[in-house]
């Protein structure tokens, strides 16, 4: 079966510092891959996806960038982190085009 | 860009009330889903539609992917305390998974 791995849990960082996290699949091959931010009680804005290796889709403009160097990884990263970064992160992936998505627990990330 | 609208975004039913949500958009779609979500996670799939009309019940919930396939409803029957959280709609347009804002559900006992 699949699973989905995403860490930390929970990151406390200061403003300016750099941003790294990481999400991996298991149990799956060439799957779709997302990055979402949710804001407290807020909906899911889609961050990033990508459809395979090295293929990545930003939908917004922002602090933010992702990569995806082996077929079931995928970081998030900043080079420099704002207080407007914090949020929560959830990575998704789903088998292709058409499907249900799944997610990780996601990350609580507080920028202070 | 496509765009999710769902409603309400909130709702304060008594325990063994019946729940609907819906969402709607202007642009056409191939997959609506329904997730729940609780505090501090990440969303849980509940329903995934795959065919314009399609009905599907997962248990007391009930899905429908409209006709048109700009739509989509969630049916929660006989409401208990661990209905509680946020639901999402979620559709699937060209590779990439979009959310409406969700659905808060509080249950009075």
């Known amino acids: 079966s699949q699973t989905i791995h995403q860490w930390p849990a929970t990151l406390v960082q200061p403003v300016g510092s750099p941003l790294s996290l990481e999400c991996t699949v298991e149990?799956?091959?060439?799957?779709?891959l997302y990055w979402y931010r949710q804001a407290a009680g807020r909906g899911l804005q889609l961050l990033f996806y990508s459809v395979g290796i090295g293929q990545i889709s930003s939908e917004v403009p922002q602090n933010l960038s992702a990569s995806r160097p082996q077929d079931r990884q995928f970081i998030l990263s900043s080079k420099k982190l704002l207080l407007s970064d914090s949020g929560f992160y959830l990575c998704a992936w789903s088998f292709g085009r058409y499907t249900e998505a799944f997610f990780g627990q996601g990350t609580r990330l507080t920028v202070v | 860009g496509q765009q999710l609208n769902q409603s309400p975004q909130s709702m304060f039913i008594q325990e063994g009330e019946d729940v609907s949500m819906n969402c709607t958009s202007s642009?056409?779609?191939?997959?609506w889903l329904w997730y729940k979500q609780e505090p501090g996670e990440g969303p849980v799939l509940l329903i995934a539609l795959y065919k314009a009309g399609e009905l599907t019940s997962n248990g007391r919930l009930t899905a429908q992917f409209g006709i048109t396939r700009k739509d989509s409803f969630l049916n929660i029957s006989a409401s208990i305390p661990s209905d509680v959280g946020i639901y999402f709609c979620a559709a699937q347009g060209a590779q990439k998974l979009v959310f409406g804002q969700g659905t808060r559900l509080t249950i009075n006992p």
């Open positions: 642009s056409i779609f191939n997959t």
């Open positions: 149990g799956t091959s060439n799957p779709n």
